[in-house]
């Protein structure tokens, strides 16, 4: 579970929040304490608006001053890349629910 709210992550490359000092020192370690939660909602399921928080955390990180650096790019490919496999097991779950529920209607 993070320390902090997914606000204070995504407004720490800003400059703004109590996040800020550590994104600037050595933000990799928000990326990983963001990875980490990704990782844990995996086995959790996830709705549309959890997932959108996900790709705008990752499109954040992308856009940062520190976006150059190895580091984030790889935090923000991979944050992008672990929303996407989330949102093919929503849509899977969203399929198997639709099918669940017109197995008994009638076909014409």
């Not at 954040?60 to 949102?87: M, N, Q, Y």
Request: hydrophobic content about 35%; glycine content about 4%; overall charge neutral.
């Amino acid at each position: 579970m993070l320390e902090y709210t997914l606000d204070n992550y995504i407004n720490a490359p800003g400059g703004e929040g109590p996040l800020k000092y550590q994104w600037k020192d050595k933000p990799h370690r928000l990326v990983y304490d963001l990875v980490i939660e990704l990782k844990e909602l995996q086995s959790k399921r996830l709705t549309r608006e959890s997932l959108k928080q996900l790709y705008t955390q990752a499109e954040e990180l992308s856009k940062s001053k520190d976006a150059h650096t190895l580091p984030v790019k790889l935090a923000a490919f991979k944050l992008g890349l672990i929303a996407r496999e989330l949102e093919i097991e929503i849509i899977k779950e969203e399929i198997g629910t639709y099918n669940e529920n017109h197995k008994s209607v009638p076909k014409l």
